[in-house]
């Protein structure tokens, strides 16, 4: 199970963080978005030794972190624009599914990520 939290509303060349609490241990936890009438699209993923991989259009203002203490995956966003308005979604593998390295990425789809948060709308006004 996934909880989400953070997002909401804030201005253009603003900054949100988003959090994920999972309720155990996944390999491979990650953030995805969804515009209004758009395909998913990935964001990042990161395995639970924090090695992280991003899809290249994201990497210069979105940072995915991850603290095991607490279970929970960050996804922080800076420079936001009103194109990133989206419901974003966490998702991670099943804690019996080893999914690591070239399997833990953020391309759409990832048949092992099967874990979906509830979604969190992030608006962006300019």
């Known amino acids: 199970q996934l909880v989400q939290s953070g997002g909401g509303s804030v201005q253009a060349g603003g900054s949100l963080r988003l959090s994920c609490i999972a309720s155990?241990?996944?390999?491979?936890l990650g953030w995805f978005r969804e515009e209004s009438g758009e395909e998913r699209e990935g964001i990042a993923t990161?395995?639970?030794?924090?090695?992280?991989t991003y899809v290249e259009s994201m990497k210069a203002r979105f940072t995915i972190s991850i603290d095991t203490s607490k279970k929970t995956v960050y996804l922080e966003m800076n420079h936001l624009q009103p194109n990133d308005t989206a419901i974003y979604y966490c998702?991670?593998?099943?804690?019996?599914?080893?999914?690591?390295?070239?399997?833990?990425?953020?391309?759409?789809?990832?048949?092992?990520?099967?874990?979906w948060g509830q979604g969190t709308l992030v608006t962006v006004s300019s």
């Open positions: 990161i395995e639970w030794t924090g090695s992280a």
């Open positions: 998702a991670a593998a099943s804690p019996h599914r080893v999914v690591t390295g070239s399997f833990c990425h953020p391309g759409v789809p990832n048949e092992y990520l099967d874990l």
């Open positions: 155990g241990y996944s390999y491979c």
